[in-house]
């Protein structure tokens, strides 16, 4: 289905959920019906050093993105949010769109000693601790098109029922409609050599896009231990790639998608100074590079260490370290095979949330390093920046990402919050 029709019926089932809020709202009275708006208004620019390693590509880039989001909260026990996203790019068309990242029905109420909430619409969830990867988040689609760290999500129409008290939290999740991923068009940076096909997707399950997954999470913190259990049964989040020859024998590549089952784990340990994390999961149905269907594991193991009031002034220095592994090794189709990630934060804790971290990505297995350096810093209380650059260092052909290799990029993002 292409993704604006798709985009269509998330907006009317949107306004369907608003509009039985509303009517239900109205019953009790409109004075019980408390509303906020806010959101936040991005201009961003990136500038490429290189020339890229495909026609077409320009070197600068710019462009804006909005986010409102609307809440509504009745005098009673629920409320609804809805937060539309829309992008404009002046390079990749495949960047100018629009997308429902929330809008959600929550009630809630309380059961024993305990709390329920429940979610029914468009929401985001995220799982995980670790800095250089997010490997057990699995609920949400990867916005790949928005930004190469793979952080920004698509909205996921689900029911979402939360269960907490003392022993801990419990959730279920029941998704259907599978978004595919978005990947950068032809005119884009950070694409493959051969533009990934984002209309024509292909599925294993009969039942395509509308397939149920399902998922459940217990989380509970013991003393300085966070501890969260996963697992997720439905379609993979992560595409096989298939090449397809068109009828005038164009050659594109086609997502497909197939049924998975995954358990995982999520830690930290926070111990004074230290912070211990790990991500780790166990995988089957997937296939991996070679096409072949098989069951791996892979983690994420670090840590992070900060040295407070460093040099007698109010900045602390955090030094962290991690080791990310997927066992299929050269069989995965993952770039965080075996790779090694070192960093510094330096938060200054001015008035200004200053902060700065830079970053190395080391492979193990290939010469490839990824270098990144971020500043986040507020401008005012409404006003913020974000300066922030990408290297792709000794890139070789074996590796994953080697079509990407001519995109270093500085990026500068300007963001307006109402």
Do not use: C
């Not at 809630?108 to 468009?122: I, K, P, Q, T």
């Amino acid at each position: 289905m292409p993704m604006r029709a798709a985009f269509h019926r998330a907006v009317l089932a949107a306004v369907a959920i608003l509009a039985v809020f509303l009517i239900a709202g109205a019953s009790h009275g409109a004075e019980s019906i408390e509303h906020e708006f806010s959101g936040s208004l991005d201009v961003d620019g990136r500038w490429y050093p290189q020339t890229g390693a495909h026609p077409d590509q320009r070197a600068h880039v710019s462009g804006l993105a909005v986010e409102p989001k609307l809440h509504l909260e009745s005098g009673g026990n629920w409320s609804f949010t809805v937060a539309p996203f829309f992008r404009y790019d002046g390079a990749d068309s495949r960047r100018t769109r629009a997308d429902l990242r929330e809008a959600y029905l929550l009630m809630f109420g309380e059961a024993g000693d305990g709390e329920w909430e429940l979610r029914l619409g468009v929401d985001r969830v995220f799982w995980g601790v670790t800095e250089s990867q997010h490997l057990v988040d699995i609920i949400n689609q990867t916005d790949l098109v928005e930004h190469p760290n793979k952080e920004s999500k698509l909205g996921q129409p689900m029911a979402h029922l939360t269960w907490s008290a003392e022993w801990g939290i419990l959730e279920f999740f029941a998704l259907t409609y599978h978004r595919a991923r978005t990947y950068p068009g032809l005119h884009g940076r950070l694409r493959s050599a051969i533009v990934i096909d984002d209309e024509h997707v292909t599925y294993e399950s009969a039942a395509k896009e509308w397939r149920v997954d399902l998922a459940a999470r217990y989380s509970h913190s013991f003393g300085p231990f966070d501890l969260g259990l996963s697992v997720f049964d439905g379609t993979s989040r992560e595409p096989f790639v298939t090449p397809h020859f068109d009828e005038r024998g164009a050659l594109s590549l086609r997502q497909r998608y197939e049924p998975i089952f995954q358990v995982s784990v999520d830690a930290q340990l926070t111990l004074e100074a230290w912070l211990l994390k790990l991500e780790a999961l166990h995988r089957e149905g997937a296939r991996n590079l070679l096409g072949m269907e098989e069951g791996y594991a892979a983690f994420v193991i670090g840590g992070e260490y900060t040295f407070n009031a460093v040099f007698g002034s109010a900045a602390d220095l955090g030094l962290l370290v991690e080791w990310n592994y997927d066992e299929r090794r050269e069989r995965s189709n993952s770039e965080f095979q075996n790779d090694l990630f070192f960093a510094v934060r330096l938060g200054l804790n001015d008035a200004q949330s200053t902060e700065i971290i830079a970053g190395v990505l080391a492979d193990a297995d290939h010469s490839t390093r990824t270098m990144s350096f971020e500043l986040r810093r507020r401008i005012s209380d409404q006003w913020s920046m974000k300066l922030e650059s990408i290297v792709f260092m000794d890139v070789g052909e074996e590796d994953i990402i080697y079509d990407t290799r001519r995109d270093s990029f500085v990026a500068l993002n300007v963001t307006y919050n109402f």
